[in-house]
């Protein structure tokens, strides 16, 4: 059969679902359907802060984030409504005690051609004067990183995605995955069963309860994260999105003249979910968060000290066993396909990812050597292990983005 006769079933209408459908519309491929049990965006994605960088840990990662980063630039000029900020790149910020970990890095950048710049504090001040770095402080600066607006990115591709023909079913939860031997062959809705050729589980912080009914499993712990949104500045301040590891979060300009602040809690343990009603909107973030955070960050941005806080944000953040993304075909569910633990970087990875899996579910393969991110990498005992301990986030990876 072609694949303009197939159906692919999506299930999670996240920026990993949407972009998956979004990329196999674009190849011409027969019926797609995306499921959300809430809405477009109601996952950790209309969450975001959507802050984008390529200088990442890993040869795979490096190389798919090239292909994010390309793709971010065409979206910009596809979808409705939607801009990839990259007018000041993208800051990532050390002291002396997390450079060195950084630094070796830097041979893998530049095999890679991922470019970048080693900037001092007074560098740092010449280009954004609102930013104090402490003496001993570098930055890392990527020329290709940037951020977008999440809301803004998901309204471009709902629109799209209805133009290209692809069918969005909000509010329908997908219950469990219809076998045939260890073929899938559809998916259980209230409304019945929806046959289709291929599925591909985007369900992020849902995928353990999710996949659970069919007895798969994976090495994927979730943590909670949180960001903030101020009210608008009296002048807007040119400002790169920072990744400021040495203060425990993260800032960027954001819509209308106001600053993002996200923060993260490295000593809260991890949140499991157990059923697929979950919602985000039951968590909180923790008493006095915001403000701590705020002290630690205001001499780096004096502004932040008398900022008027309007909206915060909280999700989850979904990490592996190895800190890498798991992407790609689920072993013995032919027709299944699978992508999650993005760590903090799912909105970054995700044009990269929708177009990785559209690969896998249309032509059988990606377009890059995905084996680094493959499920069924981690042997069934340490799979186990992982998911029988109870961590900390400062137990599992720090990745910012
Ligand atoms: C505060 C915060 C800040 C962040 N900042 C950044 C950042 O700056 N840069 C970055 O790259 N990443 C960031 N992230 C991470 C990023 O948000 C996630 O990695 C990304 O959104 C994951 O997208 P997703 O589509 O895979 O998952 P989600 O957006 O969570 O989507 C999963 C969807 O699946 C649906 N679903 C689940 N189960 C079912 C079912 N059985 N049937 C039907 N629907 C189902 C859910 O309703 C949900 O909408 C941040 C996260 C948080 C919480």
Known sequence: MSTAQRTAVIVGAGVTGLSTAYQLARMGYGRVIVFDKDGIGAGSSRRAAGITTGLLWSETGIRARQVATRLFRELSRDLPGYVFHNEHGCLNLFDERLWPARERLLPLYDRLLAPYQVLGPEEIQR???????????????????????????????????LELGVELRERE???????RGDRIVGVRTASG??????????????????????????????????????????????LPPVNADPFGGYLRPAHGGRILLGVETPARPEFRVSDLGFRLDELSDQEGLRDRAIERFRDFFPPLATIRWESAHVGLLSFSLDGEPILGPVPGCSGLFVGLCFHSGGFSYSPASGRFLAEYVANGAPSIDLTAFLPGRNPADETQAYLAATISQDQSFRRRH
């Open 127 to 161: 280009r954004w004067p609102a930013l104090r770095v402490p003496k001993g402080f570098l930055g890392l600066h990527d020329p290709l990183g940037g951020y977008s607006e999440p809301t803004e990115y998901l309204a471009g591709l709902r629109q799209r995605l």
């Open 173 to 179: 939860t997908v219950s469990g995955l219809e076998l």
């Open 193 to 238: 069963v929806v046959a289709a050729d291929a599925v591909v589980a985007a369900t992020y912080a849902w995928t353990l309860p999710f996949l659970a009914s069919a007895g798969i499993t994976l090495p994927a712990k979730t943590f909670v994260h949180q960001r903030y949104v101020s009210e608008p500045l009296a002048a807007p301040l040119p």
